[in-house]
């Protein structure tokens, strides 16, 4: 009778095991790591009647100021609109414009609660316009073709020039 061969890996096998396995517990931890440094580190930023969550480095009195002057602007498009309860997550990136996931070069973004703009802020309005016309309109109009008539671009100028023109 044949005795069983010994049920242990060959010593080459295991290291090889070993290895593939160290391999992808790495790889898994690289990846989690990557994850996390891109998510955004919220804070709130508490104004009279709401709050919003903010992420980059932007100077709060400054995104006050500028939140304050975009609802005041659109006031006329949407009367009464506020952020009160609107859970709206605003990061501030740290550059004027950047390249979207289609790789176009936009110097603001805007889906579901959450918006983007450069660090001047010029952005702020046109992406809060967007934000009510989705979220208080139900209407997703990327390429403003009722901006003209509705006034939004309007507003936006407005909104632009009293921020060129804010302390
Ligand atoms: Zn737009």
Redesign the pocket.
Known sequence: MLPAPPNIMHPGTLAIVIFVGVAIAAGVISVAVRWLNAQPKWRTLTLPGFSVEVAGSVNDAQLSNALLLALEVLQPVWPGASLKGADLHIIVMDVESWLNIAGIRVGGEQGGNRVRVGKNLSALA?ELA?FFQQTRDDEID?A?ESWMSRGIWRADDVYRAALRSSP
């Open positions: 046109h967007h990327a403003h």
